[in-house]
């Protein structure tokens, strides 16, 4: 039997069990929500061995890839928990040379890392062609990766790992894992087996101590990826745009949802039902307005029944506004509005969508990865000569907190308000 007893999972344990129990709607026994009684049975013998602290702290993460996101924000905070960094599998090291770098002075000081380990961006064996050709090599990889192989493209992560026992690592085993890039039938068990494969040989080979798993599936398909409780210590999710029921503005705006019915335009809001009573005491569906899309809110209580802690594993803005002919990446107005419903989901309470009653899912997401960087450079954020994406699409946008005003303080506010243990300057 695994069980990996941390400070921070066990503080988060401690009030997600009970919290789970009590949430009113649905009736459902968390360890009844298991996929398998033996899962059940560790996740109830956990629990009873974990300790119960009277609070505990957030974490804050700044992502991503590079040095440059955490030195922007020394100009605006106090040191932050961590960092992320990416992997890939097709070559058996780090994205880039960046990431390396980034790593190892997280691991300098015993900071947590977060590693976005990768298939399906780059998969072993991709000879070329479009997008569905690399999904159906990616699903490929995933089963083969269930069958054990590959498993020499992780000794340069597995020698960083035991190279460097001061660091916490949460491995993110794919990141927005999906059916379409990792399930090679309808059951999906092979993302399942592989993830569970994978997690074994880390475990095996890096004593697992310091090593703790994210399952971070798109948030559409949150159930259907599932691994099972036993090596899932985190659940991840990202946050850019419409997870938030903000639009995206790509040569046009796009909505999470079909204006009029399921967009308010000019609230800028989904729009969804939850089930309450009527006059007669008859089950009812109510039409409202919601900052937050039903999927994120959906996974996030399907994360605490499970009794599993949340990260935000990407979160960071996008280009939510026609740029015209400013070339800043800035989002003056609308960075204010995401930063206030990010720290929103955080303390969320209130009915969702689709399900009868009112939950309190306030202590369900412990830590954020906010993406401190310039997009408008390329992935990695890194100032050029040319941008790598042009002015009216997704991703041109200006993330450094440093470039704002009141998001910034929005941020700062909600670091503050929200008890995390990293607070601005």
């Known amino acids: 039997m695994r069980i990996r007893i941390t400070a921070v999972c066990a503080a988060v344990l401690a009030v997600l069990v009970p919290a789970a129990a009590s949430a009113v709607g649905t009736g459902t026994d968390p360890a009844a929500a298991s996929t398998e009684s033996s899962e059940t049975t560790e996740t109830t013998e956990t629990t009873e061995q974990r300790a119960q602290p009277q609070a505990v702290d957030r974490e804050l993460l700044i992502g991503q890839s590079s040095q440059a996101a ?9 040191a932050p928990a961590g960092g992320s960094v ?10 880039s040379e960046g990431h390396r770098q ?17 298939w399906k961006d780059n998969p072993p064996g991709f000879e070329g062609g479009d ?12 089963q083969e990766l269930a069958d054990g192989q590959y498993q020499d493209r992780f000794d340069t992560l597995v020698d960083f790992i035991t190279a460097n026992p001061q660091a916490t690592y949460l491995v993110r085993l794919d990141y927005e894992v999906s059916s379409f890039f990792h399930c090679t039938d309808d059951s999906c068990a092979s993302y399942r087996d592989a993830y569970n494969t994978l997690a074994a040989m880390f475990d095996e080979r890096t004593g697992g101590a310091n090593v703790q798993y994210v399952y971070h599936p798109v948030r559409g398909e949150y159930e259907k990826l599932y691994p099972g409780d036993a090596n899932v210590d985190w659940m991840g999710l990202s946050i850019f745009a419409h997870e938030l029921c903000l639009p995206i503005y790509d040569n046009g705006y796009l909505y999470n949802g079909t204006p009029p019915d399921n967009y308010d335009v000019e609230a800028l ?23 937050h899309d039903a999927n994120v809110l ?3 209580r399907f994360a605490q029944e499970h009794a599993k802690p949340m990260v935000l594993s990407e979160a960071g803005l996008l280009n939510f506004t026609e740029d015209g002919a400013d070339t800043s990446g800035l989002e003056p107005e609308l960075a204010t509005e995401w930063v206030e419903r990010l720290f929103g989901l955080l303390n969320y309470q209130g009915p969702i969508p689709g399900q009868e009653g009112e939950y309190d899912l306030s202590e369900v997401i412990r830590m954020v990865t906010y993406i401190n960087l310039d997009f408008r450079y390329g992935w990695d954020g890194i100032p050029g000569e ?40």
Do not use: H, K
């Not at 990416?86 to 994205?95: A, K, P």
């Not at 980034?102 to 990768?118: C, H, K, M, P």
């Not at 809001?269 to 900052?291: L, T």
């Open 86 to 95: 990416y992997y890939e599998v097709n070559s058996g090291t780090w994205v």
């Open 386 to 425: 040319d941008f790598e994406f042009p002015p009216n699409s997704t991703w041109f946008v200006d993330g450094r907190l440093s470039q704002y005003g009141p998001a910034t303080e929005a941020f700062c506010r909600g670091l503050a308000e929200q008890s995390f243990s990293t607070t601005c300057r």
């Open 131 to 142: 997008g569905d050709a690399r999904a159906q090599r990616s699903r490929e990889v995933t």
């Open 269 to 291: 809001q989904c729009r969804d039902v939850y089930i309450d009573e009527d006059e007669f005491g008859n089950p009812s569906a109510v039409w409202q307005n919601w900052d």
């Open 298 to 300: 959906r996974m996030t």
């Open 70 to 78: 955490w030195d922007d924000w020394a100009t605006v905070g106090e």
């Open 102 to 118: 980034y790593a190892e002075f997280l691991a300098e000081r015993g900071d947590t890392i977060q590693l976005g380990v990768s």
